[in-house]
C-alpha cells in the first residue's frame, strides 16, 4: 500500500465538483470532519446532495454549507435543532429525504457492501414507504430499501496511520465506518496520525483500503451542542 497522506484540505478534496453527492460521518455534531466542511463551504462547490444523520446543527457543521446555499438536497434522518435546513425545506429550495435512522445506516452498508436492496418492516404504512415495493415476509409486511452510495465520503477518526487504518472514537464509531466504505473517493481527516505498525490490527475500525487520502488535523472546534448545568441551589 501507498502513502495516502496528504498536505492540505485543498488537496484532500481535489475532484469534488458542482453536483456531487458527498456523505458526512458524525452525529450531530459529534465526529464531524471539520476542516474538510470548512473547506467545502469555502471552495463553494453547489447543488450537492448530502448524506448524513442530520446535515449539522444550530448552524454549525455541515449547516454552514445550507446557509451558503451549496445544497440541493439532504439524506438525513434528523431535523430537529436544523433551522437552516427546515426552512429552506418549507421554502422548497431544498429537498428532504427523511430516512428512519436505522434505514439509514443499513442503507450506506448495503451501498459500501455491493447489496441491491434489503426488506425491512420499519416505515412501512406510512410516508416513508410511499413509492416503494411491499412485500409479506413471514406474515409480516417489508419495504423495498434502496442502497445509498456517493462520490465523496468525509469523515473523521481519533487516529489514522499513512495506509488509511483508522480507529474511530466513541460516538463517532457510527456512521463514519460505514460511510467510508460507501463513496468512490474517501477522505478521512485525523486528530492523530501514526506510522504504519503503531495501530494494532485489533485496534483498527476500518482497513485502509477503504481510504483514498489521509488528513491530519490536530485541533479541532469538538462543539457542544447544548451545554446544560445542574442547578444552583
Known amino acids: 500500500m501507498k502513502d495516502k497522506v496528504v498536505r492540505t484540505a485543498e488537496e ?3 475532484g469534488l465538483e458542482d453536483g456531487m453527492t458527498v456523505m458526512s460521518g458524525g452525529f450531530g455534531l459529534c465526529g464531524n470532519a471539520e476542516l474538510l466542511i470548512e473547506t467545502i463551504a469555502r471552495r463553494g462547490v453547489k447543488g450537492l446532495t448530502i448524506v448524513s444523520n442530520n446535515c449539522g446543527n444550530q448552524g454549525q457543521g455541515l449547516a454552514v454549507l445550507l446557509k451558503n446555499r451549496q445544497v440541493k438536497k439532504v439524506i438525513c434522518s434528523f431535523v ?3 433551522p437552516d435546513l427546515a426552512e429552506q425545506y418549507l421554502a422548497g429550495t431544498v429537498k428532504v429525504e427523511l430516512n428512519p435512522q436505522g434505514t439509514l445506516a443499513e442503507r450506506i452498508r448495503a451501498g459500501g457492501a455491493g447489496i441491491g436492496g434489503f426488506y425491512t418492516p ?3 404504512g406510512t410516508i416513508a414507504a410511499e413509492g416503494k415495493e411491499v412485500r409479506e415476509i413471514g406474515g409480516v409486511p417489508h419495504v423495498l430499501e434502496s442502497p445509498l452510495r456517493a462520490d465523496f465520503a468525509i ?3 481519533e487516529i489514522g496511520d499513512r495506509f488509511g487504518n483508522l480507529r474511530f472514537r466513541a460516538t463517532a ?4 465506518p460505514i460511510m467510508a466504505t460507501a463513496a468512490r473517493v474517501t477522505v478521512a481527516e485525523v486528530d492523530r496520525l501514526v506510522e504504519v505498525g503503531e495501530l494494532a490490527p485489533d485496534d483498527v475500525h476500518l482497513p485502509g483500503i ?3 487520502r489521509v488528513l491530519h488535523v490536530p485541533e479541532h472546534k469538538n462543539v457542544i451542542e447544548n451545554r446544560t ?3 444552583r441551589p
Open 12 to 14: 484532500a478534496l481535489a
Open 80 to 82: 430537529g435543532g436544523n
Open 122 to 124: 420499519t416505515g412501512v
Open 155 to 157: 469523515v473523521r477518526a
Open 173 to 176: 464509531r457510527n456512521f463514519n
Open 210 to 212: 477503504y481510504v483514498k
Open 229 to 231: 448545568v445542574r442547578a
